[in-house]
C-alpha cells in the first residue's frame, strides 16, 4: 500500500483559530513533508521530519508548527490562521533511498473566512 | 536558493499530437532533476526522475533527458491521449532531499 492520507480533506476556519491537520502512511517511511500550495504557485516546502527531528523552513518558521507522535502520523498546526493561510496543504512521505521519490496525499484544502 | 522554471502555464493540444513542455532550473550542486503528475482530486503522483548528467528517464510514454550545460529536464510525449490531462510538476532534489517544484504546466488534451 502506498497511500498517503490526510484528514479532513476540506477545512473551514475563522481568523485567529487554530488549525490542525493529519497525515498518515503505512510505508514506514523515515522521512514526511508538508506543502502549501496556492493557485498558480508553486507548491511550497513548510517543513518536515526525518525521523523524529523536526526541520522547518526559515521563512515559514514562526507560522506552522507540528508533531510526529510515531512513525505513522504527521501534523500541521497553525496557532492563529490568518487569510494568507487558504491554501491547499500536500503531505508526502519518503523511504530511505538516494533519489526516492515522495509520495503525496490528496490534500487538505483549508479555507480561512 | 534553488528555483525551477516551467514555461508553459497551460498547454492545449489534440489527441494524437507532439507535447513538449520546458523545465528549467537553477541549483548548486548535482540535483536530481524530477517530473510528477497531478489528476484532479490527487496529490502529485511521480513520473520519473534522472539523476546524472544526459540521462534519460521515461514512464508512461513521457520522458525527459537530463541536460546539465542547458539546466532542462523538458517532458516530452509523442503522441498525447485525452487520459493525459493533468498538471505536471518538474521539481528538483536539493539538500535534504527537500523538492524545489515549478509552477506546474496544465496539459488539456482534446479527443
Known amino acids: 500500500d502506498t497511500t498517503v492520507k490526510q484528514n479532513p480533506r476540506y477545512k473551514l476556519a475563522r481568523v485567529g483559530k487554530p488549525v490542525n491537520l493529519i497525515c498518515s502512511q503505512t510505508?514506514?517511511?523515515?522521512?514526511m513533508y508538508w506543502y502549501q500550495k496556492k493557485p498558480n504557485q508553486a507548491p511550497k516546502l513548510l517543513l518536515f521530519?526525518?525521523?523524529?527531528?523536526?526541520?522547518r523552513e526559515a521563512d515559514t518558521f514562526e507560522k506552522f508548527q507540528s508533531s510526529r507522535p510515531n512513525n505513522s502520523f504527521c501534523s500541521l498546526y497553525i496557532g492563529s490562521a490568518g487569510l494568507e493561510y487558504s491554501a491547499m496543504y500536500l503531505c508526502?512521505?519518503?523511504?530511505?533511498?538516494?533519489?526516492?521519490?515522495?509520495?503525496f496525499g490528496p490534500g487538505t484544502r483549508l479555507t480561512v473566512l | 536558493g534553488d528555483s525551477v522554471t516551467q514555461t508553459e502555464g497551460q498547454v492545449a493540444l489534440s489527441e494524437e499530437d507532439f507535447l513538449t513542455i520546458h523545465c528549467n532550473y537553477s541549483a548548486s550542486g548535482y540535483p536530481a532533476l524530477f517530473w510528477y503528475v497531478q489528476y484532479p482530486g490527487e496529490g502529485p503522483q511521480f513520473l520519473f526522475r534522472?539523476?546524472?548528467?544526459?540521462e534519460k528517464g521515461s514512464s508512461r510514454g513521457f520522458e525527459a533527458t537530463y541536460n546539465k550545460e542547458a539546466t532542462s529536464f523538458h517532458l516530452q510525449k509523442a503522441s498525447v491521449q485525452e487520459s493525459d490531462s493533468a498538471v505536471y510538476y518538474c521539481a528538483l532534489s536539493g539538500s535534504f532531499n527537500k523538492l524545489t517544484f515549478g509552477a506546474g504546466t496544465r496539459l488539456a488534451v482534446c479527443p
Open positions: 508526502a512521505s519518503r523511504g530511505g533511498h538516494l533519489y526516492a521519490e515522495q509520495f
Open positions: 534522472a539523476s546524472r548528467d544526459k
Open positions: 521530519y526525518y525521523d523524529k527531528i523536526l526541520n
Open positions: 510505508m514506514n517511511h523515515d522521512t
